[in-house]
């Protein structure tokens, strides 16, 4: 078992192991960062600690004595494990690959147009993008998410990446432009949900409304549901910002629409992120920010 209270301090073994292997303490200075005399004195404190000569001072070159040179060796042999292992390791985090969850919504209408720009950039960096309305384990099933809502995910670090409102829209197909509308209409009006969410449900509730009998709810992949909504299948609910090209067009007519301090938000774990993850939040807030 190791006795940590009698080994020399780390930074005079590091010194010296450097001294060992260059030509002179300028170098060892330089292969650490420090100054030569830094590494002198770093020197002289191990042997006061040891109560050992480990440099040979006599000529006009330093050298090591015979106690100095087995030290080195050993030093040579546990650096070199300790720099091995650890390049081991991050080397292995760094080349693995990153795990993105969102929603399908998110993916198709916002990050896949932009990842060009990041495979160009960071073309040694492997993603897997997993879209998914279900809230994925941050951390352990997924690197990163980005989700809607309003920031506030317990132990979680939440930073914006865009602000946009919740809309109910349907086709005109289904609700023809001009004719008279309001909420209570929903009820009676057939509806799209996206697979695995109840937010069709939750805004009912939200605002007092239940559907009729025959107005049917259908879930379905959220890459499908907005498809769906301009066929004039039902009536569909989306973040505006992925239907606005819809609703300027025609091919969607905006039924209600509810304005709060909701948005799409980077989630990650608290606490330093590995190099590969960094980069790609970094490279996400940056897009956002252009946007």
């Known amino acids: 078992m190791t006795d940590w209270r009698k080994l020399p301090p780390l930074s005079a073994l590091r010194a010296f192991s450097a001294f060992a292997q260059a030509s002179g303490l300028e170098e060892a200075g330089a292969k650490i960062g420090v100054t030569h005399a830094a590494i002198s004195q770093q020197i002289r404190a191990l042997e006061a600690h040891m109560g050992l000569a480990l440099v040979e001072r006599g000529g006009r070159r330093l050298g090591l004595t015979a106690e100095g040179r087995r030290l080195a060796e050993s030093l040579h042999a546990s650096f070199s494990a300790i720099s091995s292992t650890i390049e081991d390791l991050t080397g292995a985090d760094a080349a693995r690959v990153l795990r993105i969850t969102t929603t399908s919504t998110f993916a198709a209408g916002w990050l896949l147009p932009r990842l060009a720009d990041f495979r160009a950039r960071y073309p040694g960096i492997d993603l897997v993008i997993d879209p998914t309305a279900a809230a994925r384990d941050i951390g352990r099933e997924a690197d990163l998410g980005v989700r809607y809502g309003k920031g506030d995910w317990a132990g979680l670090v939440a930073r914006r990446v865009l602000r946009s409102s919740i809309v109910v829209v349907a086709s005109p197909k289904l609700v023809p432009e001009g004719a008279a ?47 769906a909504a301009r066929d004039g299948q039902g009536v569909a609910i989306a973040v505006r910002i992925f239907v606005e090209a819809d609703l300027a067009a025609g091919r969607l007519r905006l039924l209600h629409e509810d304005r709060g301090g909701e948005g799409y938000f980077l989630v990650t774990r608290p606490g330093l992120l590995r190099p590969s993850l960094q980069l790609f939040c970094d490279w996400l807030l940056k897009q956002a920010a252009a946007a």
């Open 181 to 227: 509308f309001s909420l209570a209409d929903l009820e009676k009006l057939p509806w799209l949900q996206e697979l695995g969410t109840s937010e069709a449900t939750a805004f009912l509730d939200k605002h007092g409304l239940q559907r009729a009998f025959g107005a049917g709810m259908t879930s379905m992949p959220g890459s499908l549901l907005l498809d």
